[in-house]
Each structure stands twice: as C-alpha cells, then as structure tokens.
C-alpha cells in the first residue's frame, strides 16, 4: 500500500468511449499530478494540481480533463482517445507543488491504459 | 530549463556485487533536489534516495548511496550488493526549489541482476 490509490489498474477502451481515471490519496498533501509513461519515453508531466487549483498544463489535448474535487482525489477524464494515447498513467502527490524542493512525490501504481 | 539525463538504457549486473547508474542533471537554480526512484514491471515508483544541493555529504538509504558531484552536475545512484529483486526500471529526477518547484524525470535505466 503505497498512500496513493489508483483505479481501475487496467483499462481497455474504444476511441469513441468515454471513461474516468481515479486517484486518492490520504497522505494529507495538497499537491497532485498527472503523468504519462508512454514505451521508451520518460515521464510526462501532465497536469499539475495545487490546493484543488490547477496549476500547470502541460500543453495537454483537450481529450484529457483532469477534475481535482478537493485535496485528497484527482480524476482524469478521457473522452474521443487516440492509439497513442496508450500508456501507463501515473498520479502522484506531495506535501507542495511549489516552494521546498526536498518534498518528493509519492506515486500510485499506475493505470494501463490501452486505447483500441 | 532543467534537464536530467540518463545514458544508460540498459545494465547488467552480477548478483551480491555493486552497480552504477548514471544520471547528469542541468539546471539554473541554486535550490534544488535530485531523488532516484525505482520502477519494478508492476508500474509503482518506489522512492530510493534523495539529495539537496546543498547538501555537504553523499545520501545514504540502506544498501542505496548517491554520488553527488556537484561541480560535473552528476547524481549517480551506487546500489551495493545487488538482489535479484533489484531488477527494474531505475529513474533519477529532479526538482527546482524555485516557483514551479516540478519533478522531471530522466529517461530511466533498466537494470538486470543475474544470478
């Protein structure tokens, strides 16, 4: 058990279909992230959240809408996915996005994700 | 821009003996973190070991060490007495102190122990 839950662990889906990430955690950090792991490429950062507030887009498609209800869950939206939209996505979280570069992230296990 | 970089795509190593990898980093902030971080085939990054800049000596976690040369801008991670449950994708990544204080990552390593 890492702190930070991701669901579901796997998930096939169709270009047309619409589905949702889900990140929770109960660490007490008020920072969340979205990262892409896609085959031979390093992680990227994707979303950045802040006390609930979007701080960062990393030039993200619209397919992806990130939701961030409040501190502890983080959801990602998926809707209309490409074929290279498949990869591993990983939420992450920590005790501030800004400020003290000593506080690490603490990551979920990860959703693979295949668009069919 | 900050920049990690990891040269290594993949290493071998004997079971019980000691591994390098490599990571070089670039960056204008004075204030900044180096962490390594370990990725087995289940996916979850496991935190290794974490290094501040200013900090004077080398990190140590168990049988984990960096080796933290500051003027090269290099973090390399020194694993002593490699397990068989070792084997993994290993990334070096780092973050600024400054506002936007985000955590990049290398292009990771893939490390396999023989027995």
């Known amino acids: 058990e890492t702190g930070v839950t991701q669901t579901p662990r796997h998930l096939v889906m169709g270009m047309t279909n619409k589905k949702s990430l889900k990140c929770e955690q109960h660490l007490g950090h008020n920072a969340m992230y979205w990262y892409k792991q896609s085959a031979k490429k390093p992680l990227e950062l994707m979303f950045v959240y802040n006390f609930k507030e979007q701080t960062e887009n990393n030039s993200v498609p619209s397919r992806f809408s990130p939701e961030c209800p409040n501190s502890s869950h983080l959801f990602l939206h998926l809707h209309t996915l490409q074929p290279e939209d498949s990869a591993l996505y990983l939420c992450?979280?920590?005790?501030?996005?800004?400020?003290?570069?000593?506080?690490?992230?603490?990551f979920g296990s990860g959703t693979r994700l295949t668009v069919v | 821009a900050q920049k990690i970089t990891q040269t290594q795509p993949g290493m071998f190593v004997q079971e019980k003996e000691a591994v390098t990898l490599d990571c070089t980093y670039d960056?204008?902030?004075?204030?900044?973190?180096l962490f390594w971080y370990k990725q087995p085939s289940s996916g979850e990054m496991i935190f290794l070991i974490y290094q501040g800049s200013y900090d004077q000596q080398n990190a140590t976690e168990g049988r984990y060490s960096l080796n933290f040369q500051k003027a090269r801008k290099s973090a390399n991670l020194v694993i002593s007495a490699s397990q068989l449950g070792d084997s993994a994708m290993y990334f070096c990544a780092m973050r600024e102190g400054g506002n936007t204080g985000k955590l990049i990552f290398g292009q990771g390593t893939t490390l396999q122990v023989k027995p």
């Open positions: 992450a979280s920590s005790q501030g996005s800004e400020g003290r570069a000593n506080y690490g992230y603490t």
């Open positions: 960056t204008s902030d004075p204030s900044y973190g």
